[in-house]
């Protein structure tokens, strides 16, 4: 099937147009303007989804080569370079999957700034997809730190009790992190004269300079991910998210740290990437063991689901920085089955403790704090078969 001409620029900015066409309905009519913005929203996602499965159908798995490649000049100095390969569509599917459900799981649990609430997350599907098809270090740059200010209004405007504070610290972690690579980028972009990520891959950088470029790199991934010790702020993050925040940032977000290391750290720093594997498995092996008894002792399900999320992504670095293709394709595997079942999780239908029949959907922190208790799921199916199924 022949490759469609600009179709990575439209799955990218489609949802940035389908926020425009928000800001348009609240301005012939206000009234109206919140059930607009849900039509619009859930109509835009899915047609983003739908060019998305265009993008893979026409996709030719036999090559390795970047594809539905875009590039020219935007300003001096950077390019508008767009392309995927065999690793990154898949990311830009799940993006596009994952994104509908989102809309439908707040349809009625977010009920005030309603317009804002579809057009941040309209903006952060443009931002993340840009991430994975971005090929110029700039452009991905943008693209990278761009997705924090929409996931922390998110967080900071319909999140819980303290909202405030997780939204800060999610920021100021992740925003710290990424000072040290964009150095990286300027050095890199002067040594070589290119900002292409596909020329870059072939330049051979020095020796010396490799680690230095590596740990600026990891500083900015290992946070994003989130890895032991730098995990801290994804607690917090998760249980005061809205539900549909928490499912966008366990099934996407988390997942731009462990590209950016396929991307970056291990084929442009090939050297360093074996000189600090054993640094990466202790830490890994450190996050899996340790998160994952922390997650037993929780008495709330989104911080379960949260520590959980560190320990599986322990298996990823590892699976990343092992030095073979197996390492590399498991690692990829988890990454997709993690941002699929935790997504799952967080939207599990949930029970009202006092037995009333109504079953809330979607939104885990709306409810009372004990029915997100796991001791209240023991004996779940024969209580609830509709939840203990879907869990």
Same mark, same amino acid.
């Given at each position: 099937?022949?490759?469609? /001409?600009?179709?990575?620029? *439209? *799955?990218?900015?489609?949802?940035?147009?389908?926020?425009?066409?928000?800001?348009? $309905?609240?301005?012939?009519?206000?009234?109206?303007?919140?059930?607009?913005? @849900?039509?619009?929203?859930?109509?835009?996602?899915?047609?983003?989804?739908?060019?998305?499965?265009?993008?893979? %159908?026409?996709?030719? /798995?036999?090559?390795?080569?970047?594809?539905?490649?875009?590039?020219?000049?935007?300003?001096?100095? !950077?390019?508008?370079?767009?392309?995927?390969?065999?690793?990154?569509?898949?990311?830009?599917?799940?993006?596009?999957?994952?994104?509908?459900?989102?809309?439908?799981?707040?349809?009625?649990?977010?009920?005030?700034?309603?317009?804002?609430?579809?057009?941040?997350?309209? *903006?952060?599907?443009?931002?993340?997809?840009?991430?994975?098809?971005?090929?110029? +270090?700039?452009?991905?740059?943008?693209?990278?730190?761009?997705?924090?200010?929409?996931?922390?209004?998110?967080?900071?405007?319909?999140?819980?009790?303290?909202?405030?504070?997780?939204?800060?610290?999610?920021? =100021?972690?992740?925003? +710290?992190?990424?000072?040290?690579? +964009?150095?990286?980028?300027?050095?890199?972009?002067?040594?070589?004269?290119?900002?292409? #990520?596909?020329? =870059?891959?072939?330049?051979?950088?020095?020796?010396? !300079?490799?680690?230095?470029?590596?740990?600026?790199?990891?500083?900015?991934?290992?946070?994003?991910? /989130?890895?032991?010790?730098?995990?801290?702020?994804?607690?917090?993050?998760?249980?005061? %998210?809205?539900?549909?925040?928490?499912?966008?940032?366990?099934?996407?977000?988390?997942?731009?740290?462990?590209?950016?290391?396929?991307?970056?750290?291990?084929?442009?720093?090939?050297? !360093?990437?074996?000189?600090? $594997?054993?640094?990466?498995?202790? =830490?890994?092996?450190?996050? #899996?063991?340790?998160?994952?008894?922390? %997650?037993?002792?929780?008495?709330?399900?989104?911080?379960?689901?949260?520590?959980?999320?560190? !320990?599986?992504?322990?298996?990823?670095?590892?699976?990343?920085? %092992?030095?073979?293709?197996?390492?590399?394709?498991?690692?990829?595997?988890?990454?997709l089955s993690h941002?699929?079942?935790?997504?799952?999780?967080?939207?599990? /239908?949930?029970?009202?403790?006092?037995?009333?029949?109504?079953?809330?959907?979607?939104d885990l922190h709306?409810?009372?704090?004990?029915? @997100?208790?796991?001791? @209240?799921?023991?004996? +779940?199916? @024969?209580?609830?078969?509709?939840h203990g199924r879907?869990?």
């Amino acid at each position: 099937m022949p490759q469609i /001409p600009y179709i990575l620029s *439209v *799955v990218t900015f489609l949802p940035l147009v389908g926020a425009g066409l928000i800001l348009l $309905a609240r301005l012939l009519n206000k009234s109206g303007a919140d059930g607009a913005a @849900r039509w619009i929203a859930l109509a835009t996602t899915l047609v983003t989804l739908g060019v998305s499965a265009v993008l893979v %159908a026409t996709f030719d /798995p036999s090559s390795a080569a970047y594809q539905f490649v875009e590039r020219f000049v935007w300003f001096v100095g !950077a390019e508008y370079h767009m392309g995927v390969d065999g690793i990154s569509i898949l990311f830009v599917l799940l993006t596009a999957f994952l994104m509908p459900i989102c809309i439908l799981a707040s349809w009625n649990t977010i009920k005030d700034r309603v317009v804002d609430y579809m057009i941040a997350f309209l *903006v952060l599907e443009t931002l993340v997809i840009g991430v994975f098809t971005s090929l110029d +270090l700039f452009l991905f740059y943008i693209f990278f730190e761009g997705t924090l200010v929409p996931m922390f209004i998110i967080i900071g405007v319909w999140g819980g009790a303290n909202r405030i504070y997780a939204s800060y610290k999610f920021f =100021l972690y992740t925003l +710290l992190g990424s000072v040290l690579m +964009l150095l990286a980028m300027l050095w890199m972009a002067a040594e070589t004269g290119t900002t292409s #990520i596909p020329a =870059l891959k072939e330049y051979a950088f020095s020796a010396e !300079a490799q680690p230095l470029l590596w740990l600026a790199f990891f500083a900015s991934f290992a946070v994003k991910m /989130p890895m032991w010790p730098v995990h801290t702020w994804l607690p917090d993050a998760h249980v005061q %998210a809205p539900t549909a925040g928490s499912v966008i940032l366990a099934g996407i977000l988390l997942k731009l740290g462990g590209y950016g290391f396929l991307l970056f750290n291990l084929p442009m720093f090939p050297q !360093a990437s074996q000189t600090f $594997a054993p640094l990466v498995f202790t =830490l890994s092996v450190i996050a #899996i063991v340790y998160t994952s008894l922390v %997650a037993f002792r929780q008495t709330d399900m989104k911080k379960l689901i949260a520590y959980s999320s560190v !320990a599986h992504m322990g298996f990823v670095t590892m699976g990343i920085f %092992a030095g073979n293709d197996q390492g590399v394709q498991g690692a990829v595997f988890q990454m997709l089955s993690h941002g699929l079942i935790s997504g799952a999780l967080f939207l599990c /239908p949930v029970r009202r403790p006092d037995g009333a029949d109504a079953v809330v959907r979607g939104d885990l922190h709306a409810v009372h704090h004990g029915q @997100r208790r796991p001791a @209240r799921h023991l004996g +779940l199916h @024969r209580r609830d078969p509709d939840h203990g199924r879907h869990l």
